[in-house]
């Protein structure tokens, strides 16, 4: 007697079921965009009105300090050390600016002042920003991104003009939308989409998998498990945004609300940063309090480096 696994259309039950269940997660998948999306708006909107404003005094405050170590470089009391520290005082000022925004005479202050080393720091801040993307994308990001277009482009004609004329064979109301999608698909070049809506508009007219045949089956899941890996990479490309943008912990358990929590944490940190810089523009004009800050400058960074025995 044959095992289960081997009776005539065991194969086809358990890709009917990979069908199914694929759609499923396809639904979810969107669902999932469709929060991110909406939480994207809000999380912007309050970074834009809660950290936004603190950013622009900070940046105030640092322009100022900046010329206020530019000043104080070539003071006569100063030795190489503490000059030194000055430049790479300016050279952090400034990269955290120009993190965020072109500024000539910001970026002048820097060229002046960094080193071969500090620049080499700042051209690695690309390479970062990609390797924390990789590690948010390792689950969803495609194996291979090779692909052809002219192929793809002829595809996309095809399945949309096939589309086209199922829609228009539809009720009235529910043409609209679905030429809108038939359209976009055809626009991107995106066969992929275009045959993915081909598969819910057959859903919707006949739902299940009973009706269908093996290969139709095997084509549809191969369709729906590509667009899926889509849906997913965009949905993980905004909270990769929203963590370059609110500069949020690199971490796939990201939820709106520990970015909300994440904004707020930063938010008290910017209002205790613009305290102490503020502080630091008004002292550090004496170039006596300037000598004692970078002396305690000096000992913290020793006291912080690693002892070798």
């Known amino acids: 007697m044959p095992s289960p696994s081997t009776k005539p259309g065991a ?3 358990r890709a009917r079921q990979e069908f199914e269940i694929l759609l499923a997660k396809l639904a979810e998948a969107r669902r999932m965009h469709a929060r991110w999306e909406a939480s ?14 603190l950013e622009e005094q900070f940046n105030v405050y640092a322009r100022q300090l900046i010329k206020v170590f530019d000043q104080a470089y070539g003071h006569s009391t100063l030795n190489d050390s503490e000059r030194v520290a000055i430049a790479e005082s300016i050279c952090t ?28 720091n700042r051209m ?12 948010l994308l390792a689950d969803t990001y495609p194996m291979s991104l090779s692909w052809n277009e002219e192929e793809d482009q002829e595809q996309a004609e095809e399945l949309h003009a096939k589309l086209v004329r199922v829609i228009l064979t539809m009720p ?3 043409q609209p939308a679905l030429l809108e999608q038939a359209d976009a698909g055809y626009i991107n070049g995106d066969p992929v989409a275009l045959r993915v809506l ?3 508009m057959e859903q919707g007219r006949r739902p299940g998998s009973a009706h269908l045949g093996r290969k139709q089956i ?3 899941i191969e369709a729906l498990e590509d667009y899926l890996i889509d849906v997913e990479f965009d949905t993980v490309g905004i909270q990769f945004s929203l963590m370059v943008k609110l500069n949020l912990p690199a971490t796939t358990q990201l939820t709106e609300y520990v970015a909300r929590q994440c904004v707020r944490m930063q938010k008290h940190l910017l209002e205790h940063q613009l305290e102490n810089i503020a502080c630091d523009v008004a002292d ?3 170039i006596a309090k300037l000598k004692a800050w970078l002396k305690e400058k000096q000992r913290n960074t020793e006291s912080a480096a690693p002892t070798h025995h």
């Open 11 to 13: 194969k086809l039950d």
């Open 40 to 53: 994207a708006v809000r999380l912007r909107e309050l970074g834009r009105r809660t950290l936004e404003p």
């Open 93 to 120: 000022l400034a990269n955290r600016m120009l993190n965020t925004s072109g500024d000539n005479e910001i970026q002048q202050f820097f060229d002046r002042y960094s080193s071969s080393e500090y620049g080499v």
């Open 124 to 135: 690695h801040f690309g390479p970062v920003l990609r390797e924390i993307g990789d590690m």
């Open 172 to 174: 009235p109301e529910q």
């Open 198 to 200: 081909e598969i819910e």
């Open 218 to 220: 095997e084509q549809s």
């Open 284 to 286: 550090f004009r004496d």
